[in-house]
């Protein structure tokens, strides 16, 4: 298994920048993929971006040109550099983690239900 602790959460104005980190642990070897998803009040949980093994990097639309998913060598930290925030940004982050790469129709999931390790999350608010 493998736990997962995200950090660099806050608060900025719209325009913002914020970067955030996961610290991976336990069982990474074997780790196909992370991510980042977020939640905000009263929506369902959704795919911001994914960093696969082989380097691959998958964005949700709502965030392409803006956030960047990146890794470091080790392999155990997954970073996200968000960039001119919105206010439709604010949500609770998490990272996720999973040994398989799930694909529908040729595309990269960003489905929550594909992957199986989460974190606590962390919290964004861009406010106007």
């Known amino acids: 298994q493998v736990q997962l602790v995200e950090s660099g959460g806050g608060s900025v104005q719209t325009g913002g920048s914020l970067r955030l980190s996961c610290a991976a642990s336990?069982?990474?070897?074997?780790?196909?993929?992370m991510g980042w998803f977020r939640q905000a009040p009263g929506k369902e949980r959704e795919g911001v971006a994914v960093?696969?093994?082989?380097?691959?990097?998958t964005y949700a639309d709502s965030v392409k040109g803006r956030f960047t998913v990146s890794q470091d060598n080790a392999k155990i930290t997954l970073f996200l550099q968000m960039n001119s925030l919105k206010p439709e940004d604010t949500a609770m982050y998490y990272c996720?983690?999973?040994?398989?790469?799930?694909?529908?129709?040729?595309?990269?999931?960003?489905?929550?239900?594909?992957?199986?390790?989460w974190g606590q999350g962390t919290q964004v608010t861009v406010s106007s």
């Open positions: 996720a983690a999973d040994y398989r790469i799930r694909r529908y129709s040729g595309s990269r999931s960003l489905l929550p239900a594909d992957f199986g390790y």
């Open positions: 336990g069982y990474t070897d074997s780790l196909s993929s």
């Open positions: 960093f696969d093994s082989d380097g691959s990097t």
